[in-house]
RNA sequence: GGGGGAGUGUCCCGAGCGGCAAAGGGGGCGGACUGUAAAUCCGCUGGCUAUGCCUUCGUAGGUUCGAGUCCUACCUCCCCCA
């Protein structure tokens, strides 16, 4: 449907040659608004960990496309929200996060942000309001009466995600039924406060985006819009964001840029073309180039685009580094000193220090015992020489310019740096 | 309210005559092959101070030399009837 209409603003006419578009409520309308310039968008982010993860940076890259074409964002955080607790995490006993925690990930999460947004009060500076403050004083009686008797329950039952649940049977607790309505409820408030007149989202909130658009519409506010992007899987149908070890994190504490640089690095072929749009700046013409290219030389743009993802994220200069990092250690076979490594106090070698342990301690594996599968697996090597003997200990003779590499498999490499 | 069925390795799905660290998948990790890719093949996929010890099958008790398996109560979910 994005490839019927040519639209005429920057903003949609970069999401949809991007593949940012999947579905929208009014395109032509919303092109009209876009091109006029008072285009106010958001999307919810959930402040449940204290990083975001690759899984959001679509939605972020939409919020800077935005500002980029004149548009302002607006990065919501669900405080309200993550205080009541996601429901769909099934029977998981759902931890109530304190407000302390919460804060703190919000403040994480924002970091993010800025790399990405321009913050201030000007008319497209991007702002990053909470939904606590106003969801928390909500009064039950008089939501109900203000806003709640603008719901319709008929309509809600045939949103695909309560449709879903009922045909199957599955419980759908009455909170989570509730959390649309928030949501919607979100929208028209954002309106109210900073005239946000556009929701985007993961094609998954489509029904919520499209329930907050007609609460609007019955609320009386100006019109408003929707906007969902595709959902993101690798070529070959994995869920984007989880590898081995657990989320891709945005934040450098959580995962070091050259793990992040890792990440793109090791794209699928298939996946390239469509990742250097999403998720680098660089020109369309350059990525049908590099995209084109076939066998080895797709590594090419596979660097290029690790890079360039990265540079987003962390800066030029530290993508240009986790670059170089990986150059000297996979292509040269040679000790790179920036490869992300673990400190250990220098007596804890005096007696010999275990392998397994310090493979547990450089959180290359998560126990002993996996250390030991590995060993007979082949997977352990320090110093670039494969482990045969799990008792086998490290002393200060293992020391390599300073350094002890550890690595499991070909790829995941962390060095111990004595610390006196 | 009555009747019937189900909850299994804390990633998921799922088999399990009283001897079980528990079949089989999926996913994940490692190895081989490659290009730090995909596909394919092989191995691994509770913890530890490790020829042994500890903890796991919804929860709590009980029977037994021994319980995921039998009994009792409870919790949660599903189906049928009212």
Redesign the pocket.
């Known amino acids: 449907m994005p490839e019927t209409i040519r639209p005429k603003s920057d903003f949609l006419a970069v999401l949809a040659e991007r593949g940012f578009l999947h579905q929208c409520s009014d395109l032509a309308r919303l092109d009209a608004k876009a091109k006029s310039g008072d285009l106010v968008g958001y999307i919810g982010f959930d402040c449940t960990a204290p990083s975001l993860h690759v899984g959001s940076l679509i939605q972020i890259m939409m919020l800077r496309w935005l500002q980029k074409t004149g548009g302002k964002p607006v990065a919501l955080i669900g405080g309200g929200t993550t205080r009541v607790g996601d429901p769909s995490g099934k029977?998981e006993s759902r931890k109530l996060l304190n407000e302390k925690t919460i804060e703190a990930n919000k403040a994480g999460i924002q970091r993010t942000f800025a790399r990405f947004l321009r913050f201030g009060a000007g008319k497209t500076d991007a702002i990053m309001p909470d939904n606590s403050e106003w969801l928390l004083g909500l009064n039950y009686i008089d939501f109900l009466r203000e806003v709640g008797r603008h719901f319709s329950v008929n309509r809600m039952l045939t949103m695909d995600s309560v449709k879903l649940r009922l045909d199957r049977?599955?419980?759908l607790s009455f909170l989570e039924f509730n959390y649309m309505c928030l949501q919607a409820y979100d929208f028209v408030e954002l309106h109210k406060r900073y005239g946000v007149n556009l929701q985007m989202g993961g094609s998954d909130q489509w029904g919520n985006i499209v329930i907050g658009i007609d609460l609007g519409r019955r609320m009386g506010t100006a019109q408003l819009y929707g906007l969902t992007s595709p959902l993101l899987a690798t070529?070959?149908g994995?869920k984007m964001g989880?590898?081995?070890q657990g989320a891709v994190w945005l934040d450098a504490d959580m995962l070091s840029v050259y793990d992040y640089w890792?990440y793109w690095?090791?794209?699928?072929?298939?996946d390239v073309g469509r990742f250097l749009k999403l998720f680098t700046e660089l020109p369309l013409a350059e990525i049908a180039r590099l995209e084109a290219l076939?066998?080895?030389e797709?590594?090419e743009a596979?660097?290029i685009l690790a890079t360039e993802a990265t540079a987003l994220l962390h800066g030029r200069a530290a993508a240009e580094q986790a670059a170089e990092t990986?150059?000297r250690?996979?292509?040269e076979g040679a000790l790179a000193e920036t490869l992300p490594s673990v400190d250990i106090p220098r007596r804890d070698f005096a007696a010999g220090f275990g392998v397994?342990?310090a493979f547990?301690r450089a959180g290359l594996v998560?126990?002993?015992?996996?250390a030991?599968?590995?060993i007979?697996?082949?997977?352990l090597k320090v110093n670039d020489a494969p482990v045969e003997d799990e008792r086998a200990t490290l002393t200060e003779a293992d020391f390599v310019n300073g350094f002890i590499k550890l690595s499991?498999?070909?790829?995941?490499h962390v060095l111990l740096r004595p610390e006196d």
């Open positions: 029977d049977d599955q419980e070529a070959s994995a989880k590898t081995a890792q690095r090791n794209a699928e072929d298939g076939r066998d080895l797709i590594n596979k660097k990986a150059r250690t996979f292509e397994l342990a547990v998560g126990s002993t015992g996996e030991r599968r590995q007979k697996g082949g997977g499991l498999g070909k790829k995941r």
